[in-house]
């Protein structure tokens, strides 16, 4: 960290440096008459390495100040290097590092548009690509490289000691260099021959061997074009809700992250909730391992944008377990998020209705900072309370006290404007003080 600093430190000192040297070189400009051509290019070459010198620090990344290698997206929509915010990740973090925002979900998803920038820049500039970089394009995987990750895959119908061996080196090779999760796919059958080794016996029969490959299963799900491949082997799907509800505590982690990255497309997200994903997804969120519990309720949320599947999680007592979550403290923001996409159910509803229910709602909207939560909150209170009179009372009672309602007519986003002035116009007609 102190190394970034005094990166930042440089570059932004030569910024200023520049700046200074612009407005000097502008300023004999706009005075004289006859500045002449020498002005005019140094003035141009100062714009040029102006130019450099601020694209150079939107390419370094903000925890090691170094250019980035693997550009990569987090949930909170800034971008880092892979292996730096994966350690800061690994290490228990679940904020986003400069923005301090409590991250939705921990899947670094590549930032394509800066990779291609810093490739670009390094090229033109006479720079030696970031190593982690370089093998984006596929044109540093050499025919040695192919045989070597298929003696790797090959090696899973070897001895146990050889395949927790190449299942180590697969994990390595498809979190670092993105080529080789692409070059997978080039050889005959390779999802049977990566899972082969799972689906012999128990799938937690050997704990280690079963996070080395899920993990893999996962990076190879980073890329796009893979997701089809994946979901249309009968034997995939299953294998990770298996590994959802047995392993490691990483293992079930990464199982769902699986999941969660599958169901951005509507048929899979049939297919997963068919083939019994609710129950072990909702066990892991019900267990409350920090990390795990959030990627569960990302899942989770994914799977319930068709609505079988939120049927399906509310009749195994989602509703009562995001509650209960909820009021233990535990990632409120995210649960709440869920609890919303939830009430849009008339299952939902009816569960939510409980005057407990709406205190807690009203009590969050009051205590969070998050404009997203109060949005989710006022949303679920529309949804549950419009239509019902003696929930629209303890509203009306509570907003003579601390004007939660009111609050949020005049400040709130333009979601929770709408929601929070429909339920206080109703509750206007039917009760004689103003919220």
Not at 7 to 13: L, P
Not at 42 to 55: E, F, R
Not at 131 to 143: K, L, V, Y
Request: proline fraction near 4%; charged fraction near 25%; charge should be negative.
């Amino acid at each position: 960290m102190a190394e970034k600093e005094e990166s930042s430190a440089a570059g932004g000192g030569r910024e200023e440096e520049l700046k200074k040297e612009l407005q000097s070189v502008v300023k004999k400009i706009v005075d004289e008459d006859n500045y002449g051509t020498e002005i005019t290019l140094k003035a141009i070459s100062i714009l040029s390495d102006l130019s450099d010198t601020v694209l150079t620090k939107k390419f370094r990344c903000p925890i090691s100040g170094e250019i980035m290698g693997d550009p990569v997206v987090l949930s909170s929509g800034l971008t880092y290097d892979r292996p730096s915010i994966q350690k800061w990740l690994n290490e228990g973090n679940l904020t986003c590092p400069q923005s301090k925002e409590v991250l939705s979900h921990t899947i670094l998803t590549p930032n394509c548009l800066v990779r291609k920038l810093i490739s670009s820049w390094c090229k033109g500039h006479g720079v030696a690509v970031p190593r982690s970089h370089q093998d984006t394009n596929g044109e540093m995987i050499t025919e040695f490289d192919r045989l070597y990750f298929n003696s790797l895959v090959t090696k899973m119908f070897s001895s146990l000691t050889d395949r927790k061996e190449a299942a180590k080196e697969l994990r390595r090779l498809t979190t670092a260099a993105p080529s080789y999760r692409a070059v997978f796919f080039e050889f005959t059958d390779p999802i049977s021959r990566l899972i082969g080794p799972l689906l012999e016996g128990s799938v937690d029969s050997d704990p280690e061997l079963q996070e080395d490959l899920i993990t893999t299963f996962m990076n190879l799900l980073v890329d796009c074009d893979n997701m089809k491949l994946v979901a249309d082997h009968p034997d995939a799907i299953p294998l990770l809700i298996k590994s959802v509800e047995f392993g490691t505590i990483e293992t079930r982690k990464n199982a769902a992250v699986a999941l969660s990255m599958l169901s951005s497309n509507n048929d899979r997200r049939l297919m997963i909730g068919n083939a019994g994903a609710p129950m072990p997804l909702l066990q892991l969120l019900r267990e409350g391992h920090p990390i795990a519990m959030k990627e569960a309720a990302s899942a989770i949320f994914n799977q319930c944008v068709e609505y079988s599947n939120k049927e399906k999680f509310i009749e195994l007592g989602a509703v009562k377990v995001l509650l209960e979550k909820i009021r233990e403290g535990k990632l409120v923001d995210e649960l709440i998020n869920l609890v919303a996409q939830l009430s849009t159910h008339p299952k939902a509803v009816n569960e939510l209705s409980e005057l407990d229910t709406v205190h807690c709602l009203l009590g969050i909207i009051r205590e969070t900072e998050s404009e997203r939560t109060k949005e989710n909150c006022v949303a679920i209170l529309y949804n549950v309370c419009l239509n019902d009179v003696g929930l629209l009372k303890v509203i009306w009672t509570e907003g003579i006290e601390h004007q939660t309602l009111a609050k949020l007519v005049d400040t709130g986003t333009a979601r929770a404007k709408r929601k929070a002035t429909a339920l206080a116009t109703k509750i206007g007609k039917l009760f004689p003080t103003v919220l």
